[in-house]
């Protein structure tokens, strides 16, 4: 079992930036692939971004290459997302997830935590 919790949001201007953060319970963190996801008030849940196990591949959502960046560490059981040239359109709660088969799928995961809300003003 897995717990999560995610920190870090907040509000901030359009073209700010925020590192959220996703610590992990448990000894097998480092077994988990870690995504990010976000879900905005009336929109589906969708895919930010994803790391493998290791660390040492990432894939992004086309609406933030380029501007976000995960990363994790796997002696402090935490996964970050820094985000960068922030846009209204990323408001939204933004979710980690841990999964051993973690795609760009919300299905792929079996472990999330309870939301941090990130709020882009313009």
């Known amino acids: 079992q897995v717990q999560l919790v995610e920190s870090g949001g907040g509000l901030v201007q359009a073209g700010g930036s925020l590192r959220l953060s996703c610590a992990a319970s448990?000894?097998?963190?480092?077994?988990?692939?870690m995504g990010w996801f976000r879900q905005a008030p009336g929109k589906e849940r969708e895919f930010v971004a994803r790391?493998?196990?290791?660390?040492?591949?990432?894939v992004y959502a086309d609406s933030v290459k380029g501007r976000f960046t995960i990363s994790r560490d796997n002696a402090k059981n935490t996964v970050y997302l820094q985000m960068n040239s922030l846009k209204p359109e990323d408001t939204a709660l933004y979710y980690c997830?841990?999964?051993?088969?973690?795609?760009?799928?919300?299905?792929?995961?079996?472990?999330w935590g309870q939301g941090t809300q990130v709020t882009v003003s313009s």
């Open positions: 790391i493998t196990a290791s660390g040492g591949s990432t």
């Open positions: 997830a841990a999964g051993r088969l973690g795609s760009s799928r919300d299905s792929s995961y079996d472990y």
């Open positions: 448990g000894r097998t963190f480092s077994y988990y692939i």
